[in-house]
């Protein structure tokens, strides 16, 4: 059920991994904050 829930959620799976692409996701959070501010 696990595995199925990851592959529903591309999303999560980016997050729980520390690869790169969690960094990719957190500065395009920044990215969109500045501006928002």
Same mark, same amino acid.
């Given at each position: 059920?696990?595995?199925e !829930? &990851?592959?529903?959620?591309?999303?999560? @799976? %980016? @997050? &729980? %991994?520390?690869?790169? %692409? &969690?960094? /990719? #996701? $957190? +500065? !395009? +959070? /920044? $990215?969109?904050k500045?501006? #928002? +501010?």
């Amino acid at each position: 059920m696990l595995v199925e !829930a &990851t592959c529903s959620h591309p999303l999560e @799976q %980016k @997050q &729980t %991994k520390p690869g790169p %692409k &969690t960094r /990719i #996701v $957190d +500065n !395009a +959070n /920044i $990215d969109l904050k500045s501006p #928002v +501010n």
